[in-house]
């Protein structure tokens, strides 16, 4: 270790040395959190901690086992980045995506934090390169994914030629057998810990909320009496959107005008089937969309290259499947629109809490047809897995039953989409959000409800009917056939036109009796039985259904998206204060009512205001400066935000710093963003054309400083 030594960064040290004679627990606790600030701010640029970072953070710093379930864009990668900085020795990232790994070493790399990866992508030579260079002390931190751990050269390296301090396993929901992204190589963890000469400190994040997920975590990595911080899942700067469509073709122009009308900003579209995804981009092509497909089906280096595409905002919409996203840091991805309803809620938030990572305004539009519960239903029904006993997939389907009915419930509510939401995850909530479809009333998205108990109950009395009358049960088609008394000769034979129902609902669409059915299902009146011939009976609740209390409401579809065609203009009011990114409900909705709802319209996406104070953004200013950085990227193949974030560039052309000083009072700056760009920025703030300064490349001069943590370690 004592390598490492001599390689103390010369901003941390020196707070470091001015609090170093002390010894006292109270002042211990101090100069470990001014180390963190400044590292924070020297290192990352940021100003705050976001909630739960600190304390995670400062658990591992007093060697403490961590299990931290923050939502997506919470910033668990910091919770780990900054100790590994901090701490002597190395830390190993255990990450389940070789895409994550990419993304997450250029980032630091860029910060001028030395990290690298091994995994399978690499040849023989290149892995044992990357791995005597990290004995040799020369990373901070390791990324690989778990399956490595049990390679015998990996093995001998982490044991014998590399002291490990940390070892933070994120993703870590993957070790639960009960969710869908469990992976059995995670269950090497601690077999795998249990090997090193000296137990490293275990730290474990995961967006997942799953409380069976959760418990998992903490026991299956034998982790030692962990501190556990889970934050909100309240993502103030989301606006959640559900839109119920009429059929599969509605729905697809709906995407296609939503795009058209976002066409500047970067968004995905999620589909459940590859099939879709391929569908709904050669749509968008074809009306000059700059979109692609993503899907598990595509090579290898297809994907990685529409990935990077996407990333570099080269693609500006990707329409994947749930196989695009997991570990994909592109912060400023203004809307996620889901082409289904996925199977339940934690997927949904997972996928949709893709947007708006920089904290700046973004959609969620939930499209669904009541269609898509019966495909997931059937995928549940049928769906299997070898290594389960009966009783076991029995106990799992009836999870993933009740996991899609809230979904469900999630498409028909009428409350405040943020609320249900919350409180799905066991949150408290306060008021209502004012901005999603169910409480924004542009009636751009929002939908009519109906009351459909008076045919909720002839449908029930119909299926009572058919399984007193009948051995067997009938399809959903069938009992449609009979209420609508249609088709009377094939339901003649089948002796079905004897039901007292037949005909009752004559007067109904089949479509609309076939959605009063799937939300019978789903509130469990009605059981739909999967066998080779799918069949409807009575449900637990069925008897509730005449009870005087009942009642059924359906919503209707959503009224059809108009487009406002392409190109205009859409930079809305331009606000900011200095951006903190956005806090509460700051976010100003957009209710303008023009077909499109959207608080993230603005083709500038700058939108994030806290109304308390606003400084009016110079937009003209921001659009020199989004220039200058468009330039900047270019110059070094990296992506625009990379250089400053839309919120940093916001607050320039808000409050026009004139110095160093000033511009390294803006979050999203530090030393060494500064010393890279910060010249040309001001020369652009104060008029000029942002050619005067230098672009230096200078080598990196940030690693740990062992003594001060020697000091924090004793
Ligand atoms: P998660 O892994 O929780 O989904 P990430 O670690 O990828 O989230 O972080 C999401 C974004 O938040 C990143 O762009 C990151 O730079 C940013 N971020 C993290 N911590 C902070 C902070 N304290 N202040 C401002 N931005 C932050
Ligand atoms: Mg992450």
Same mark, same amino acid.
């Given at each position: 270790m004592s390598d490492l030594a001599d390689r103390s960064p010369a901003h941390l040290a020196s707070s470091a040395a001015a609090a170093r004679p002390v010894a006292q627990p109270a002042d211990r606790e101090r100069r470990k959190t001014d180390l963190m600030y400044s590292a924070l701010r020297k290192v990352f640029g940021f100003d705050e901690f976001r909630p739960g970072q600190e304390t995670l953070i400062s658990s591992i710093l007093d060697h403490r086992d961590v299990v931290g379930v923050l939502p997506t864009g919470a910033g668990k990668s910091l919770c780990y980045e900054l100790p590994a900085l901090m701490l002597p020795g190395l830390t190993l990232v255990i990450t389940p995506l070789i895409s994550l790994m990419k993304d997450q070493v250029d980032g630091l790399n860029k910060a001028d934090i030395p990290a690298a990866f091994v995994n399978s992508t690499m040849s023989y030579d290149e892995e044992a390169q990357v791995l005597a260079q990290a004995a040799q002390g020369r990373y901070r931190i390791l990324y690989v994914a778990p399956e490595r751990l049990n390679n015998p050269r990996f093995l001998d390296f982490a044991c014998n030629r590399v002291p490990l301090m940390l070892v933070a396993v994120d993703e870590a929901h993957c070790v639960s057998q009960w969710g869908q992204d469990f992976r059995p190589a995670y269950l090497d963890i601690p077999r795998f810990i249990a090997q090193l000469p000296r137990r490293p400190i275990v730290a474990a994040f995961t967006a997942t909320a799953t409380p069976k997920a959760r418990e998992d975590i903490a026991e299956r990595l034998e982790l030692r009496d962990p501190a556990k911080v889970m934050t909100t899942f309240d993502r103030p700067n989301l606006t959640w959107n559900v839109v119920r469509s009429a059929s599969k073709a509605d729905r697809l122009e709906w995407i296609v005008n939503w795009a058209l009308n976002h066409a500047d900003e970067s968004g995905i579209v999620y589909c459940s089937t590859r099939a879709a995804t391929e569908e709904v981009s050669e749509r968008l092509q074809s009306v000059g969309v700059s979109a692609r497909a993503y899907h598990g089906g595509m090579e290898a280096q297809e994907r990685e290259e529409t990935q990077d595409d996407f990333i570099a905002d080269r693609t500006r919409v990707i329409v994947a499947t749930n196989a695009f996203g997991m570990g994909i840091d592109k912060p400023d991805v203004r809307w996620v629109v889901h082409h289904n309803a996925p199977e339940n809620i934690e997927a949904y938030y997972q996928e949709a809490g893709r947007a708006g990572r920089d904290g700046q305004p973004a959609q969620c539009v939930l499209l669904w047809m009541e269609g898509d519960f019966n495909t997931s239903r059937h995928f549940i029904e049928t769906g299997g897995n070898d290594q389960l006993s009966r009783e076991e997939l029995e106990t799992v389907r009836q999870h993933r039953r009740s996991l899609l009915k809230a979904m469900h419930a999630y498409c028909m509510t009428t409350q405040c989409l943020r609320n249900v939401i919350m409180e799905y995850f066991g949150e408290a909530t306060h008021g209502v959000c004012g901005r999603c479809s169910n409480c924004a009333d542009d009636g751009s998205m929002s939908s009519e409800i109906v009351d459909v108990t008076g045919e909720a109950r002839i449908v029930c009395a119909c299926v009572a009917e058919i399984s007193r009358r009948f051995d067997f049960g009938f399809g959903t088609g069938k009992i449609v056939a009979v209420l609508r008394g249609s088709g009377a000769a094939d339901l003649e034979k089948a002796g =079905? @036109?004897?039901?007292?129902?037949?005909?009752? =609902? #004559?007067?109904? #669409?089949e479509r609309f009796i076939r959605d009063v059915m799937s939300q019978l299902v789903s509130g469990d009146y009605l059981m739909s039985f999967d066998g080779r011939f799918p069949t409807v009976g009575l449900g637990p609740l069925y008897r509730k259904v005449r009870d005087g209390a009942f009642s059924l409401q359906m919503k209707q579809e959503s009224a059809p998206v108009r487009s406002r065609g392409r190109g205009s203009a859409r930079v809305r009011r331009l606000g900011t204060r200095g951006v903190k990114g956005v806090r509460g409900d700051g976010v100003s909705g957009d209710t303008s009512g023009d077909g499109v709802s959207g608080g993230a319209r603005s083709g500038a996406n700058? @939108?994030?205001?806290?109304?308390?104070d606003d400084i009016p953004v110079d937009e003209e200013l921001f659009n020199r400066l989004r220039e200058l950085r468009t330039k900047l990227a270019r110059k070094q193949g990296a992506p625009a935000y990379t250089v400053f974030k839309n919120a940093t560039l916001a607050e320039f052309a808000a409050l026009k710093p004139s110095s160093e000083a000033e511009m390294l009072d803006i979050n999203g700056v530090g030393p060494k963003s500064f010393e890279k760009y910060g010249q040309q920025f001001l020369d652009v703030i104060s008029g000029g054309d942002g050619e005067g300064g230098g672009d230096s490349d200078r080598d990196s001069d940030y690693t740990t400083n062992d003594a001060e943590l020697n000091e924090i370690d004793s």
């Open positions: =079905l @036109t004897a039901v007292e129902q037949f005909g009752a =609902l #004559s007067d109904h #669409s700058i @939108t994030a205001v806290d109304a308390a």
